[in-house]
């Protein structure tokens, strides 16, 4: 096969879910590859994220309460909605807002579906063996934890030794 050619002719899927390890904690879980995907030089090309928040009605009693989510290249940001960081990929959060009086507001609910597929090249290109998605709710009650499940849609494609270090020296963001 050719450097440079993506591998798949059709999108394959790949499932992430994290639950927070304690509430209100922040908590990665790293997407696991195929051993092949892990040895040769590889990018992930992801076209389209969905992802579903899970225990809202037991993590959000009061106005305030949240949880951010985000799909990032690295487990080591902080906080998840600085968006300065080039490690993110794309954040996302549920918010509860009450309007006076409890139980009068609304559940602010973010994105669930994030398309790529309008950028150059039909989508976000990542390295392929550090994709990891990062969850961290805010006003959860006692052992209440937040998690969150990610589909996402992606092809493969091979790149040479100093494409692949270019796509990870990439991940910079231009700020003014």
């Keep these: 096969m050719a450097v440079g050619k993506t591998k798949d002719a059709f999108a394959n899927i790949a499932f992430l879910t994290v639950a927070e390890s304690a509430a209100n904690t922040l908590t990665f879980a790293q997407l696991q590859l195929t051993t092949t995907l892990m040895s040769e030089k590889a990018a992930l ?5 969905e992802f579903n928040l899970n225990n809202i009605n037991s993590c959000f009693d009061s106005t305030s309460d949240y949880c951010d989510l985000a799909l990032t290249v690295s487990d080591r940001v902080t906080p998840l909605y600085d968006l300065s960081q080039p490690e993110i990929l794309f954040f996302a959060r549920t ?6 009086a409890a139980a009068s507001g609304f559940l602010y609910d973010g994105p669930r579906i994030i398309d790529f597929t309008n950028l150059p090249g039909t989508g976000l290109i990542v390295p392929a063996d550090r994709l990891y998605i990062g969850i961290k709710s805010t006003g959860a009650p006692g052992a209440n934890v937040q998690s969150v499940q990610m589909r996402l849609y992606y092809t493969v494609k091979s790149i040479a030794t100093d494409e692949y270090w270019e796509l990870i020296e990439a991940r910079r963001v231009m700020t003014t």
């Design 95 to 100: 918010q509860r807002q009450d309007f006076g």
């Design 45 to 49: 090309i992801i076209h389209r994220a």
